[in-house]
T-cell receptor, first 113, second 117 residues
Framework: SQTIHQWPATLVQPVGSPLSLECTVE??????LYWYRQAAGRGLQLLFY??????ISSEVPQNLSASRPQDRQFILSSKKLLLSDSGFYLC????????????FGQGTRLTVV | AQKVTQAQTEISVVEKEDVTLDCVYE???????LFWYKQPPSGELVFLIRRNSFDEQNEISGRYSWNFQKSTSSFNFTITASQVVDSAVYFCALSMNYGGSQGNLIFGKGTKLSVKP
């Protein structure tokens, strides 16, 4: 069966520090991968998605970037964190083909101080 | 533009009451998909149901039921005989499928359901 792993679960980082969040999917090949952010008191917003290695689409211009170095690995990064980057980050995947729902990881709660 | 509106920010009920969570969506596409997700306090999003725009049949799964009406662009979710374990934030979401982007979900702001014993 397919599983999605996301780490770390929680993170406290100072303003101006770098960020790297990692997400991996097991049990499937060629998944579509997604990064969402849930800011406090707000809904979920799609940040990036990827349909293949090295292919990244950005939905919202921001202080963040994403990379997909391997088929089942998706990384969210920042060179210098801002206070506004605080939030709950969720990674998700869908099969590369066919219509289905998105499956989400456990999320990373990021607090920028 | 696509949009999902969940007008109810918070709902509080007593255990065993029935509760309906409203969802209204906007899209000009004729092919689209609607979803409900549950977010318990742990934060993980749990998939509940997916509906495509060509399937207006209502669905029942145990105590959960969903009413999809294209005429009013609504996809409402009813929990019958609510339980404390149903306490969570519930999200309605909309997706189109363009070139493999079916996971590009447009979420409503969520409805926080509190079920009290």
């Amino acid at each position: 069966s397919q599983t999605i792993h996301q780490w770390p679960a929680t993170l406290v980082q100072p303003v101006g520090s770098p960020l790297s969040l990692e997400c991996t999917v097991e049990g499937t090949s060629n998944p579509n991968l997604y990064w969402y952010r849930q800011a406090a008191g707000r809904g979920l917003q799609l940040l990036f998605y990827s349909v293949g290695i090295g292919q990244i689409s950005s939905e919202v211009p921001q202080n963040l970037s994403a990379s997909r170095p391997q088929d089942r690995q998706f990384i969210l990064s920042s060179k210098k964190l801002l206070l506004s980057d605080s939030g709950f980050y969720l990674c998700a995947w869908t099969p590369g083909q066919g219509i289905t729902e998105a499956f989400f990881g456990q999320g990373t709660r990021l607090t920028v101080v | 533009a696509q949009k999902v509106t969940q007008a109810q920010t918070e709902i509080s009920v007593v255990e065993k009451e029935d509760v309906t969570l409203d969802c209204v969506y906007e899209t000009r596409d004729t092919t689209y998909y609607l979803f409900w997700y549950k977010q318990p306090p742990s934060g993980e999003l749990v998939f509940l149901i997916r509906r495509n725009s060509f399937d207006e049949q209502n669905e029942i799964s145990g105590r959960y039921s969903w009413n999809f009406q294209k005429s009013t662009s609504s996809f409402n979710f009813t929990i019958t005989a609510s339980q404390v374990v149903d306490s969570a934030v519930y999200f309605c979401a909309l997706s189109m499928n363009y070139g493999g982007s079916q996971g590009n979900l447009i979420f409503g702001k969520g409805t926080k359901l509190s079920v009290k014993p």
